[in-house]
């Protein structure tokens, strides 16, 4: 079916057609819509909606419910993210399927409420303590938004790992048309055996006692957990990387942007393309795991990278780490409170060319 | 037919409401849509403004940097956006509530000499059907009408589907002089 839909509806309804059972959040600008809509609606499918005392309110909310093997999802934008590190950390620690969803605005600090991507770094490097990792997805379009909030639990319960979804405050707050019946946009995430729920904890009924902790302090117990978590980031790595390629085939300019910017971009490239210059786009749709070797393959015969952000850089170091210094990487981004503009990106791109 | 409409006015007069009526209407004849509003710290009496596109074709961002045309709806937004947007086509503006500066007129004639103005007395117009909040409804009647890009009984039916039956009648009304007000 198609819809007219805001970003942040977008997101509503494509959990509760994921499955959603339990929401959970703290108000803040830019994803109120998310908490109004869930509080009309959750409660209406029988589900839960709770409105927590606080962000830390929230995400142990999502830990306890996660537990029990419920879908549970809680949405905030970057301030609020910052106050759910802790609980991300323990989610992780204890591999608790859940989705998180920030829409991001500018900061540091409270910063405004305008849209940014500031949180690139807080959402693929941990964000909390410990060795870590979130899966991170970042949708560009309102299709996007709706099918990654509908398809990321099975992600979530595949791994037994958090999903963060993170869009900026733009995007969120957008509207476009979200045809429901084409396949655009969906993550098709490959389920090829069932789904492990041997850890759920739903009581010890006919069944021995089962214990759910991020705390090891026997000998080697931790140093041995955290093998088990890499070996699991590891196959995360090999399987789940998502990205998308837009005029690369005889590019010799390649833009690498995700979100709004790699929207604005792609406004670009087809304006210098009409001009003649061969340009194209990378645009990682996973940020964890990121699309290092697809970009390394491109850099074997395309020298000269743009990096786009709504930051002052910060994926920009992901790509130098991909094309490993065979390429050269540059910069255009405008940090919170800013939008990046196609022109600009334009008169950058032919400063460098 | 691809349009960049940048519509702007004060916090109450409905820029948003225009914006995603335009949208919805849009949508209905299968176009390609998107819509921006903004969402700063703006309040009742501040400024509001919102970015619309509609094409035949995918629209890829939805940022608006040279609107094919602009809305204007009161002096605030007038002073604030017009020389930060240059509309390329038509500038559609609020007579009623935009003090024209002449200096600016210049200045942007000057810059887009094919550009046509369409002024309106939309304010005034609501007002005397009745209902000083449907200015905005005066403006979507002169803007379906100039730009013939969405059908008149499509704007209806959308209208239809979003007013209860108690203020339809008044809104209708404010829509169809906006349009009359330009023949």
Not at chain 1, 210 to 235: P, V
Request: glycine share 8%; with cysteine; proline share 4%.
């Amino acid at each position: 079916m198609k819809k007219l839909l805001q970003g942040n509806i977008a997101f509503c309804e494509g959990a509760i057609d994921g499955g959603l059972d339990a929401y959970y959040a703290y108000p803040i600008t830019p994803q109120n819509e998310i908490s109004a809509y869930f509080a009309k609606v959750l409660p209406q499918k029988n589900k839960v909606f709770l409105q927590a005392e606080s962000e830390l309110a929230a995400i142990n909310m999502v830990f306890g419910t996660a537990l029990t093997g419920k879908r549970a999802v809680t949405s905030s934008s970057s301030p609020g993210i910052s106050l759910m590190q802790e609980g991300i950390s323990y989610l992780c620690g204890c591999e608790l399927p859940c989705v998180i969803v920030n829409v991001m605005r500018g900061g540091p600090g409270l910063g405004n409420i305008s849209g940014s991507q500031q949180d690139y770094f807080q959402s693929t490097r941990g964000g909390g303590h410990g060795d870590y990792y979130t899966i991170v997805l970042a949708p560009f379009s309102v299709k996007e938004i709706y099918e990654f909030a509908k398809e990321s639990f099975l992600l979530a319960e595949k791994y037994r790992n958090p999903v963060m979804i993170i869009y900026d405050g733009y995007l969120g707050q957008m509207m476009e048309v979200v045809d429901t019946e084409t396949d655009d946009g969906k993550l098709n995430v490959i389920i090829d055996k069932p789904i492990d729920k041997n850890w759920v904890l739903d009581g010890a009924k006919d069944r021995q006692p089962r214990k759910i902790r991020s705390l090891f302090m026997a000998e080697g117990e931790l140093e041995q957990h955290n093998w088990k978590l890499k070996n699991k980031y590891d196959k995360i790595k090999e399987k789940e990387v998502r990205v998308k390629f837009y005029e690369t085939h005889d590019a010799e300019i390649i833009i690498v942007a995700f979100g709004m910017s790699a929207r604005v971009s792609l406004e670009a490239v087809y304006k210098l393309r009409r001009e003649g210059i061969k340009i194209g786009l990378i645009r990682p749709i996973t940020l964890w795991p990121f699309p290092y070797s697809e970009i390394y393959e491109i850099a074997k015969k395309v020298k000269k990278f743009v990096v786009v952000e709504m930051n002052l850089g910060q994926m920009i170091e992901d790509v130098k780490l991909a094309v490993n210094g065979i390429a050269e990487v540059y910069f255009y981004g405008r940090p919170g409170g800013g939008l990046v503009e196609s022109e600009e990106l334009i008169q950058k791109i032919k400063s460098i060319k | 037919m691809y349009n960049e409409i940048f519509i702007a006015g004060s916090g109450g007069q409905g820029v948003l409401s225009l914006g995603r009526i335009l949208v919805m209407s849009a949508v209905e004849e299968n176009k390609y849509v998107t819509y921006y509003p903004s969402y700063g710290a703006e309040v009742r009496g501040g400024t509001a403004n919102c970015m619309v596109k509609i094409s035949d074709e995918p629209i890829y961002s939805p940022v608006i940097e040279h609107p094919t045309e602009m809305v204007i709806m009161n002096t605030p937004s007038y002073l604030k956006f017009i020389k930060k947007f240059l509309p390329q086509k038509i500038l559609f503006l609020n007579t009623s509530l935009v003090e024209e500066n002449e200096e600016i007129t210049r200045l942007i004639l000057t810059q887009i000499p094919q550009l046509e103005i369409i002024r309106v007395n939309a304010t005034e117009i609501a007002n005397k059907i009745g209902n000083i909040l449907s200015s905005n409804m005066v403006m979507l009647g002169s803007i379906v009408q100039k730009l013939k890009i969405i059908s008149v009984e499509t704007v209806k039916t959308v209208l239809g589907k979003i007013f209860d039956e108690k203020i339809l009648e008044l809104n209708l009304q404010a829509f169809i002089k906006g349009m009359e007000s330009l023949k």
